[in-house]
């Protein structure tokens, strides 16, 4: 059995683990590694997966999956540079950074997969998209892939996309709960208990959500179902073009995927 070691335990990391469990890992076949004790602890409670440092990580896994903060990657790349045995497959979760910067730090040949998720890995949805740098084949990505489809979606991408992936789903959950407190605030504003402004709202999140994704329909399609001639729907949305929000988005996603890149470029 491939032995799987989780470097860096948050939130990213531990569903990760939860969801391997869930979909079938035996816990004597996963590892991770927790700066805090007392929160490994806690895991290694939960999940009954053994805590241990990272150079035991390096040494005992045949995948190391990276999932701490770019911040942290250093510290982590100087250890792993000693201890990584050779064939070793390593899974980069840590936004921004590129295969490149494994490859030039880890020893020769080893192959690195470089993936960006997104926060609904909590709950089993996440949209993850992989890319395989220089040494990572067809073999490599096929085993990321099963790894993730534990936790949600799967799909590969070449690397240079990887800064625009960044922006569109890994940063997107944060743009739709923007909204969704935006709409609620509109809730409130027109008379409504936030209570019952926040259950229409997320419930009419959820349901849009399905229909995109069950309906083979495209979002335009979608959207004009719901606006009548001379309705509700074509009036707010008069304003949303008059406020420019389509444009204020399109904005916005380009900065992201803009700090994507600076995120990378820190660590040439």
Known sequence: MTTI???????IGEALLSGLLSAGRRPEDLLFTERYAQR??????????????????????????????P????????????AVTPGTLVVSLAAGLPTALYERRL??????????????MLVGEAMSAISAGTHAGPEHLAVVEDLLSAVGKVVRVPERQQDAVTALSGS?????????????????????????????IIQSAVGAAVMLRDSGEHPVALREAV?????????????????RVRAALLSAIEAAALRSAELGRAHD
């Open 40 to 69: 490994a602890a806690e895991l290694t409670e939960r999940y009954g997966v053994r805590a241990v440092d990272t150079a035991t990580a390096a040494t005992d896994a045949d995948v190391l999956v990276v999932a701490v903060k």
């Open 172 to 200: 997107g959950p944060a743009y739709f709960f923007f909204l969704v407190e935006a709409m609620i605030d509109a809730g409130i504003l027109l008379g409504l208990p936030r209570d019952v402004a926040t259950q229409l």
């Open 71 to 82: 911040q942290d990657i250093e510290v982590l790349l100087d250890t792993l540079a000693t």
């Open 227 to 243: 606006t009548s001639p001379g309705g509700t729907t074509i009036a707010a949305v008069r304003e949303l073009e008059n406020h």
């Open 5 to 11: 070691a989780v470097l860096g335990a948050g939130k």
């Open 107 to 120: 020893p020769a040949g080893t192959p690195v997969v470089r993936v960006m998720p997104n926060t609904p």
